[in-house]
């Protein structure tokens, strides 16, 4: 009962994305090897898009950048720099993600590439040794 659909969830919803994140070179590098890159890559969109650019769309940002309704800078040389700071985070994020992104791809492609080879020898190995060669 109980444990044919616990194994049955299992095989639909967790094998897969284990499969994605462990045995795929773009799930690897996206999720395993740098989830930390990849959370601050999300989080600078979600900052960026959410608060920095509707900021600069709604008030612009120079000196002459109007107040808001409450006589608040929210942008601007006198704002408070959520433009610039959210705009900031969002370049060296991506940066930094771009470039784990590069390494990551390689050294994993390589990785199963190798991976692949060995098993590949190993199969030849015991086929040799099975048939007495």
Excluded: Q
Aim: hydrophobic letters at 45%; proline letters at 3%.
């Amino acid at each position: 009962g109980c444990a044919a659909v616990g194994n049955f969830l299992h095989s639909l919803f967790i094998a897969p994305l284990v499969f994605f994140t462990s045995r795929t070179v773009v799930g690897k590098s996206i999720f395993s090897d740098d989830f930390g890159a990849t959370l601050n890559f999300i989080i600078s969109y979600i900052l960026f898009f959410g608060f920095g650019y509707p900021a600069y769309e709604k008030y612009g940002y120079g000196d002459n950048s109007p107040p808001s309704d409450e006589g608040a800078y929210l942008s601007g040389t006198y704002g408070s720099g959520v433009f610039a700071i959210t705009a900031t985070l969002f370049v060296v994020a991506n940066f930094i993600w771009l470039i784990k992104m590069i390494f990551n791809f390689r050294n994993n492609t390589l990785a199963f590439r190798a991976e692949e080879e060995a098993a590949k020898e190993r199969i030849a190995r015991e086929v040799a040794l099975r048939d007495g060669s």
